[in-house]
């Protein structure tokens, strides 16, 4: 009986080892993304334009001969969740890891991925590249918190007027966009009427809105995701908010557009880092909304952009470095060259991984809205206008030292 | 001008805090008739929630209508619980008494993620009915008409609610099974039917509150979820079992909540935790709650 | 629960832990001690006095919170952060349980909710400053064991081993703690409260003891969460976490020493595994917890037992009649 045992489990070592060894060839990267919970709709748009990068990578040859391999998990949207799924690949041999939705958890998968040595694509908007976050490890092919607010300020002093009052959800992602808001209103010669913050979750904005009329802004700047900001973007129009001022919502979604319906209408502006309309622009927009959307019957989000674009590379860098398990090496290819995306051909800079890609303005259009055509592009501001150096990044300059209101 | 804001503002506070307290007092009027009555604390309060949201979306969509949807969503919801009850909660009331709590539970974890299934996971908009767009201006103040409309329905729900329990037969029965159900079924009630019916009350209650939710907050399966916890802190307050306090206690907190916001924007969900700990300290049983009920 | 049996079961459960991390995963393993410690110490109040309390999330986050605490900003050792998460768990129950355990069953549940939700507030923006808010608590150093001897807690099989010893040590003194005379007074008051009052008994300190004990042990697995995670997340404190190990107790069977371990474990393999065949999954968690409410709701160890039990029963009488004829 006890000889049995140990062959079983001599025999349990070997198999894992041995798997280990044989994959070790193989192009692989692994995910976790929150599949369950609240944003459930857009990490499915990040799974199917992962799926679709991976297809297309694989129909033209694979890494290096072989066929890539993606490991697509689900976060349920908590970091220990994540842990484990990342974890559980690093056991397995992986080496390369992505994913995320919340910038909250992204960080998390890049300390896991420093602690480890590992190469973590965030696929999120989130502070990576910004002081102590970030050690050379992680990326991600979205971009920083505050740059949607740098696209939108300029637009908004220059055509809304100076005076502006913000509705802002009290965790991390909105206070770094406040944080933006404040240093940009400073420079463009805007006027602070003050700050609401709410918590996440809440379901009935009304009991904010008085303050809001009482203080007659020209716009007023709302920070919120998901659900809260079809819920106060409905509320604000009910209440009849969309008609005194103009709304700029720090980052909307296609999806939550949908959600909100007619309520997002031509007086309700918000920042997107991709959006379908660009394929009047970019040929390889046109190319990838049209597969992304025969595929999958609807057009792809910035979510979809975002997974789409950093899978790609991890693999097409894997592929030009010639090696399928040198960190450093991808690392190091993926920011010593251009890569086509969507938008036209993309870079991460060295120093920091960030990104260099634009952000486009988006304007709804109420009950005009037809089925995914839910906005007009108004304009796609270039990072150039939008991300700060390295030098700042480092330091978190200017946005790390504003002090916020009531904090 | 008064700590910073002109008066209409409080009086604009007053009048979102009564819209806000009226989906409490619906909610947590709901969950103390189901207390009061079953013994059960129902853990899926906030999916019946949901499920009203949900089901006025589909009886819009399907009547065109939104006052024939409100009263079908409410319907339907309160006869899937009376299903809920008959077939499942019932077996467990001779088992230990959190059973039940448990089975709530476990459908507050289960319904949500089925609705993602049959629903998909984007909320489905509601729009406001015609009628209710915009507001009523009284000279600065702004009063949104669909605001008036909760504050309006629930009021008159709850007095026909009081109608119902104090006047009618059934009515009584329920009052008197809330009290002592061995007796009432030593004088030859079928106790077992009062359950349900009040138990599909309790739910239609929290649907109700759902389907008029809809518009401002759109049919998204998670909707419950802090819901639930939310009128359990309502029911606690007013006191477990008294359904005065339920209502009282959803008044108090829409207020609360409504006046946080106005000063301490990111404490207002935190707002009602502490309310609750100061009542629970000051006065355990809550305000209406029975001494020796628990 | 025979004293004999129940160890035996006690025994088994760790063999079988010993080979768990080399058949599934390494961190899903460690992850499985843990929760079972979790789960252990919450059912020293459920299953042993019969009090059910949905604020366990408090004991557990505070556990992992003040360990976190003393390995970031203090740069104590491993040990030392786990004797905070003990004397924290302790001390949080000796304060909720001061303010709430005279209270009735059902009102109980609900003021611990309450306060464990206000601890998850507090964390979320008050102490933010202490805890990071809801990004978690980040920075933590990689961790290593240097007394007795060196171990490399950054490796998954040395960490999984150093669980497995601390969780082997707790579980053997809760037994201990179980089998003893006060134990034996807990199931009494579990039973029936009033009588046992009737017999002279202080069921109120008793049931607070209960409290504080259950506390320490939960306190633990949330510090020993800490350490394999190398992070705290918010969500240690947040309520979906109390109502988790409800779930697993309940699963395993709360009225068996082992059923807490068989439940915790199981929740977390078909969390695992289910998500991996459907997005789904918490539907099918949902309803099988339901149908498991309704059908077997002595868990899966205790239906195990009563089948046992009702064989052995005919055996027996089958036996007794063979004797008689």
């Known amino acids: 009986m006890k000889k049995v045992l140990w062959l079983l489990v001599s025999a349990f070592a070997l198999v894992t080892c041995f798997s280990t060894v044989t994959l070790a060839q193989t192009a692989r990267f692994g995910e976790a993304i929150p599949l369950t919970g609240p944003y459930a709709a857009m990490a499915e748009d990040m799974k199917r334009g992962s799926m679709l990068a991976l297809e297309e990578i694989n129909a033209a040859g694979g890494v290096l001969g072989k066929p890539a391999e993606v490991l697509i998990t689900d976060s349920q949207l908590k970091a220990d969740v994540t842990i484990r799924r990342f974890k559980d690949m690093m056991d397995q041999g992986y080496k390369f890891i992505g994913g995320s939705l919340s910038g909250g958890i992204s960080l998390v998968g890049n300390e896991f991925a420093c602690k480890n040595k590992l190469l973590y694509m965030a696929f999120c908007h989130t502070s990576i590249p910004v002081g102590k976050e970030f050690c050379g490890y992680g990326f991600t092919s979205a971009v920083i918190p505050y740059q949607p607010a740098s696209a939108l300020a300029n637009y908004a002093f220059k055509n809304f007027g100076k005076k502006w009052m913000s509705l802002t959800a009290d965790y991390r992602w909105g206070h770094d966009n406040l944080a933006a808001w404040l240093v940009n209103s400073e420079k463009y010669g805007g006027e602070f009427l003050g700050n609401i913050y709410h918590p996440l979750g809440t379901r009935d904005f009304s009991a904010f809105i008085p303050q809001i009329l009482a203080k007659k802004p020209d716009f007023l700047v709302v920070t919120n995701y998901g659900t809260d900001q079809a819920s106060a973007i409905k509320q604000l129009a009910e209440l009849g908010l969309t008609k005194k001022m103009k709304i700029v919502i720090s980052k909307t979604h296609i999806i939550t557009i949908k959600e909100t319906g007619a309520a997002f209408d031509e007086n309700v502006y918000g920042s997107s880092t991709f959006y379908w309309h660009l394929q009047d622009k970019y040929p390889e927009a046109k190319t990838f909304v049209k597969t992304f959307w025969d595929k999958y019957g609807s057009p792809p989000s910035q979510d979809g952009e975002c997974a789409y674009t950093a899978t790609k590379v991890v693999f097409s860098a894997m592929n030009k470095a010639g090696v399928v398990d040198d960190v450093d090496k991808v690392i190091e290819t993926i920011v010593s060259n251009k890569w086509p995306s969507p938008k036209g051909p993309t870079e991460w800079r060295p120093c920091d991984h960030a990104r260099l890609q634009s952000i486009c303005i988006l304007q709804g259009k109420g009950a005009k809205a037809k089925d995914w055509d839910v906005a007009t592009l108004v304009a796609e501001v270039p990072y150039t206008e939008t991300l700060e150096s390295c030098e700042n990044n480092k330091k978190d300059i200017p946005y790390g030292q504003v002090k916020l209101p009531g904090k | 001008m008064l700590f910073g804001f002109p008066p209409e503002i409080y009086l604009m506070q007053i009048v979102f805090g009564l819209a806000l307290g009226a989906i409490y007092v619906l909610l947590a009027s709901g969950l103390s008739i189901i207390f009061g009555l079953l013994d059960v604390i129902n853990f899926a309060h906030g999916t019946f929630y949901m499920l009203g949201a949900y089901a006025v979306y589909v009886a819009v969509s399907l009547t065109g209508n939104f006052w024939i949807g409100l009263v079908c969503a409410v319907l339907i919801v309160a006869l899937f619980g009376a299903l809920t009850e008959w077939t499942l909660l019932k077996r467990l009331y001779k088992e230990e008494p959190f059973y039940p709590l448990l089975l709530t539970f476990g459908m507050a974890v289960a319904i949500p993620d089925a609705m993602k299934f049959i629903f998909g996971l984007i909320g489905k908009v509601v729009e406001y009915p015609s009628g209710l767009v915009g507001a009523i201006m009284a000279g600065p103040i702004l009063l949104p008409k669909y605001r008036l409309f909760i504050i309006v329905l629930t009021a008159f729900v709850m007095i026909l609610l009081w109608l119902f329990l104090k006047k009618s037969d059934l009515g009584m029965i329920i009052r008197a099974a809330t009290r002592d159900s061995l007796m009432v079924q030593v004088l030859g009630v079928n106790v077992s039917r009062i359950w349900t019916v009040g138990f599909s009350i309790g739910v239609g209650l929290a649907a109700l509150g759902g389907a008029v939710a809809a518009p401002m907050v759109s049919a998204v399966p998670d909707m419950g979820v802090e819901m639930t916890v939310e009128c359990f802190v309502v029911v606690v307050i007013g006191g477990l079992g008294s359904l005065g306090g339920a209502i009282l206690g959803g008044l108090i907190i829409g207020q609360v909540v409504s006046f946080v916001s106005l000063f301490a924007g990111d404490y207002s969900n935190v707002a009602i935790f502490f309310a609750m700990a100061v009542i629970l300290l000051i006065r355990p049983r809550g305000l209406f709650g029975e001494a020796g009920r628990l | 629960m025979g004293k004999n049996n129940s160890i035996k079961t006690v025994w088994i459960a760790l063999l079988i832990f010993l080979f768990l991390p080399f058949i599934l995963s390494a961190p899903l393993a460690t992850e499985m001690l843990i929760y079972s410690l979790f789960a252990l110490g919450f059912n020293i109040l459920l299953g042993q006095t019969g009090v059910i309390s949905f604020g366990h999330a408090a004991y557990f986050g505070l556990g992992a919170y003040f360990a976190g605490i003393a390995l970031r900003y203090f740069g104590s050792s491993v040990w030392t952060s786990l004797l905070a998460s003990i004397v924290v768990g302790g001390v949080a129950a000796v304060l909720i349980g001061a303010l709430?355990?005279?209270?009735?069953?059902?009102?109980?549940?609900?003021?611990?909710?309450?306060?464990?939700?206000?601890?998850?507030?507090?964390?979320?923006?008050?102490?933010?400053?202490?805890?990071?808010?809801?990004?978690?608590?980040?920075?933590?150093?990689?961790?290593?064991?240097?007394?007795?001897?060196?171990?490399?807690?950054?490796?998954?099989?040395?960490?999984?081993?150093?669980?497995?010893?601390?969780?082997?040590?707790?579980?053997?003194?809760?037994?201990?703690?179980?089998?003893?005379?006060?134990?034996?007074?807990?199931?009494?008051?579990?039973?029936?409260?009033?009588?046992?009052?009737?017999?002279?008994?202080?069921?109120?300190?008793?049931?607070?003891?209960?409290?504080?004990?259950?506390?320490?042990?939960?306190?633990?697995?949330?510090?020993?969460?800490?350490?394999?995670?190398?992070?705290?997340?918010?969500?240690?404190?947040?309520w979906m976490t109390s109502g988790t190990v409800v779930m697993m107790t309940i699963l395993g069977g709360m009225h068996s020493f082992i059923g807490p371990v068989v439940g915790a474990s199981l929740f977390l393999l078909l969390q695992d595994e289910i998500s991996y065949l459907t997005d789904r999954w918490e539907m099918y968690v949902g309803a099988m917890f339901m149908a498991l409410v309704l059908l077997f709701p002595e868990g899966i160890v205790g239906t195990i037992k009563d089948k046992i039990e009702t064989k052995r029963k005919r055996v027996q009488e089958s036996q007794w009649v063979g004797d008689v004829s």
Not at chain 3, 160 to 184: C, D, N
């Open chain 3, 100 to 238: 709430s355990i005279k209270k009735k069953g059902v009102y109980f549940a609900m003021i611990s909710l309450a306060f464990a939700q206000m601890f998850y507030f507090l964390a979320l923006s008050a102490l933010k400053k202490w805890t990071g808010g809801e990004d978690g608590l980040k920075f933590i150093p990689i961790l290593k064991l240097d007394f007795p001897f060196h171990v490399d807690l950054a490796s998954p099989y040395p960490l999984y081993f150093f669980v497995y010893f601390i969780v082997a040590l707790s579980i053997f003194a809760i037994w201990r703690i179980l089998e003893s005379p006060f134990g034996r007074l807990l199931q009494a008051i579990r039973e029936n409260e009033e009588r046992t009052e009737a017999c002279g008994f202080d069921t109120t300190m008793a049931k607070f003891i209960s409290l504080v004990f259950s506390g320490i042990f939960s306190g633990l697995a949330g510090g020993l969460l800490t350490v394999y995670l190398g992070y705290v997340p918010v969500t240690t404190l947040f």
